[in-house]
């Protein structure tokens, strides 16, 4: 028999320590092996034996791939932003290296978990030391972040492909300077009349480029209002954890006065860029105008609709930016120190006021507001709510069936008592049941017409609910209850559900006109005719 060894380190080959496993070939005296990897390289020997001799014969396993990892990876003479990195190659497998991909990581980078970044791509490096192959590569001159602890790791590639990473070099550090970018977000607005308040965004320690000497400079000048600089003023902040700025103004002149602001950072080894001009107002003052013209009218029973002259929205007027108007209100029986307040916003002229209490006298003010507050108050003015709407529902409810699209409905009417206002008419709201009540259409029937109405142009097939009111100045009364619903059309006739033709067209209408006539007693109203 014949027994298959491999010369590579010596050591028999066992089918199964392998994965995918070592396999015999179709043919006596090959060997299979799947999947090749660099470990498979070797010299491999057969060995033929009997009991007299034993025929030997070997090969050599050649496996070409990406190269190795580099090894003895440094980076020396870093500057703030540039440095040049050295290692030394690994094997190459089999052939030549090309290229190399350099990567980077700061300390920063590891503290928020950040991966690695790609500093040099595809760029070829320059031999330094033939006698044990030194590589060394010149980065780019703005490659590295300032003021930062960097580490480096160097991929080789070839024409198979791209190797394994070597190991992080050690971590050196960049010099400082000064910073790159400008304060963003630079925005304010707000605090107590006169003052200039003045948010934005903190540069992280990252951007600073430099330690524990991180400061900002502002710069305002007033624009459109008082005399103008080309600078009025600037200031050094130091910068540790807060990201505003308050400086008090001349509150009499500079209210609401929008001034140019632009800002920059520095530390001890410069200046960064200055941030464009960004337009913010100082703090508001409270209008000094009130409103005019006042006056008010009843909606209903429980809500009054007030109108003013409104005041002209200027920077001396309002003293600020118009939010709306306050409508202060109050029973002329009570004391104007137990007033409510109405928030009206925006500049139209007129706000309603609900929830009032029917046939009582209020006493109504208007009065403009910014953010700094409310101005004067207008003259008061005197209106009564409406009485009561109708407090009794409609009676007696019948609904009939006319055509598939027409219905005829009566009802009882009712008397207004001495609390409640003179009825006007009647409403008859009707809606599919699929839909909500707000969705009702409203047929009106004015008082002293006959307590009945035809409903036209509904849909045959479909189910409604109908319902009945009066109504007033007071508003709309209570509804007719319950509801009735019912369906337009015979359902068999519009389902194909019954025979065709129909013999009996007066019998049907009787019969299922029948059936709507005697479920209310049930208190469920439905009906369904065919024509």
């Not at 050196?172 to 707000?190: A, E, M, V």
């Not at 540790?240 to 700025?245: A, D, E, P, Q």
């Not at 307590?451 to 142009?457: K, M, P, S």
Request: hydrophobic share 35%; proline share 7%; net charge negative.
């Amino acid at each position: 028999d014949a027994i298959m060894q491999r010369k590579q380190k010596e050591q028999e080959i066992s089918f199964r320590r392998r994965y995918p496993p070592y396999e015999r070939g179709i043919r006596p005296g090959h060997l299979r092996i799947e999947k090749l990897t660099l470990e498979d390289a070797g010299v491999y020997e057969c060995i033929m034996k009997t009991s007299i001799a034993a025929i030997r014969i070997h090969t050599t396993l050649v496996v070409q791939g990406p190269p190795g990892p580099p090894g003895g990876v440094i980076s020396v003479d870093l500057t703030s932003m540039s440095g040049r990195v050295q290692w030394t190659d690994g094997a190459s497998n089999g052939r030549i290296i090309e290229t190399y991909n350099i990567q980077d990581r700061t300390a920063w980078d590891r503290d928020e978990g950040g991966d690695w970044v790609y500093v040099a791509t595809n760029v070829t490096a320059k031999l330094i030391d033939e006698s044990n192959g030194r590589q060394e590569y010149q980065l780019n001159e703005t490659a590295l972040t300032p003021w930062a602890s960097h580490e480096f790791r160097i991929q080789a590639v070839n024409i198979l492909g791209e190797g394994q990473w070597s190991a992080p070099s050690p971590q050196s550090n960049t010099k400082q300077d000064r910073p790159f970018i400008y304060p963003h977000n630079l925005r304010g607005g707000g605090g107590k009349t006169g003052d200039l308040l003045i948010e934005w965004d903190y540069i992280f320690l990252k951007k600073q480029n430099a330690t524990n000497s991180y400061n900002t400079e502002l710069f305002w000048n007033y624009q459109r209002h008082g005399p103008v600089f080309a600078w009025e003023a600037s200031f050094m902040i130091e910068q540790v954890s807060t990201f505003m700025f308050i400086t008090t103004t001349d509150e009499i002149s500079y209210f609401w006065t929008d001034c140019g602001i632009c800002m920059y950072a520095f530390n001890n080894i410069g200046a960064g860029p200055i941030s464009p001009e960004v337009e913010i107002y100082s703090a508001e003052d409270m209008p000094q105008v009130q409103p005019t013209a006042v006056g008010a009218w009843p909606l209903n029973a429980t809500s009054i609709n007030v109108t003013w002259q409104s005041i002209e929205a200027s920077r001396d007027n309002i003293r600020g930016e118009l939010v709306g108007y306050r409508i202060k209100y109050w029973p002329e029986a009570n004391n104007e120190t137990q007033a409510l307040i109405k928030l009206h916003l925006g500049s139209s002229s007129n706000g309603l006021i609900v929830g009032l209490v029917p046939d009582t006298r209020y006493w109504v003010r208007v009065m403009a507001y910014n953010r700094a507050g409310a101005g004067p108050e207008s003259e008061r003015f005197l209106e009564r709510t409406w009485r009561f709407p109708p407090l009794m529902p409609p009676s007696a409810v019948h609904v009939k069936p006319i055509d598939p699209s027409t219905i005829f409905v009566t009802w009882r009417g009712v008397t207004p008592g001495p609390r409640e206002e003179p009825l006007e008419g009647y409403k008859i709201k009707i809606w599919e049941t699929t839909q909500d009540f707000t969705q009702a259409n409203d047929t009106l029937i004015p008082v002293g017409e006959d307590l009945e109405a035809y409903i036209e142009e509904l849909t045959p097939g479909k189910t409604y609910k109908l319902r009945v009111l009066a109504y007033s100045r007071g508003g709309d009364g209570k509804l007719s209850s319950p509801p009735w619903e019912f369906q337009m059309g015979d359902p068999d006739i519009l389902r194909g559900l019954a025979p065709q033709p129909v013999p009996y067209l007066g019998t049907t209408i009787f019969t299922t006109f029948l059936v709507a006539f005697f479920t209310p007693i049930l208190k469920y109203r439905a009906f369904s005719f065919y024509i």
